[in-house]
């Protein structure tokens, strides 16, 4: 005979199981449009913070711009990006492509002077603020990495990298850009 208590966790556990099946059905909000804020040239004030983890005293500052346009009938996004600061010129792109079936985007970002491609990240936006989640190697170890758009007008924005290195409970800023568009 099973026992009340196995019997609750047999119930438990398929009702669980059941989940991802509900989920599955749930309606996909349409972000396709997120990134049109984003179309045109920016003027990009960007800081890198050297050590995140050390409170944030050691930075280096770019200007630059960043150039923005839709490909694929707006299901993908191209990004330039030319910054100039203490230690030269800095060039990079970043793709970002729409999975309309997960209703998420993703972030690839390509060095210009290595040609190496980071990880993507993987995330959508919600009441007008973006984020996306995915793993970096910062000094050898691989933590969790955040990128977050806010403050998002017809002629301003933010981005903001942040590392976590205890499973996201806390994060450091690691590079923060403000963009304001240029006419």
């Not at 299901?75 to 030319?82: D, N, S, V």
């Not at 390509?110 to 973006?130: H, L, N, Q, W």
């Not at 007008?153 to 850009?177: L, Q, V």
Request: proline share 3%.
């Amino acid at each position: 005979m099973i026992s009340k208590l196995l019997l609750r966790g047999i119930v438990f556990v398929a009702a669980l199981a059941c989940l991802p099946l509900a989920a599955a059905t749930a309606p996909v909000r349409d972000g396709v449009h997120d990134f049109d804020f984003a179309r045109g040239v920016w003027h990009t004030h960007a800081t890198q913070v050297l050590d995140p983890f050390d409170g944030g005293t050691h930075t280096v500052v770019m200007e630059g711009t960043k150039t923005a346009r839709p490909v694929w009938n707006g299901r993908a996004w191209l990004e330039e990006i030319e910054a100039d600061g203490p230690n030269g010129h800095w060039e990079g792109a970043t793709l970002f492509v729409y999975n309309a079936k997960a209703g998420q985007w993703s972030q690839t970002y390509i060095d210009g002077d290595s040609g190496g491609i980071e990880a993507p990240t993987i995330g959508s936006f919600k009441d007008g603020r973006g984020e996306f989640y995915g793993t970096t190697v910062h000094d050898g170890r691989t933590l969790l990495v955040r990128g977050v758009w806010s403050d998002i007008t017809a002629n301003a924005h933010r981005f903001e990298i942040s590392y976590s290195r205890d499973g996201g409970r806390t994060w450091a800023t690691a590079f923060k850009a403000d963009l304001t568009r240029l006419k």
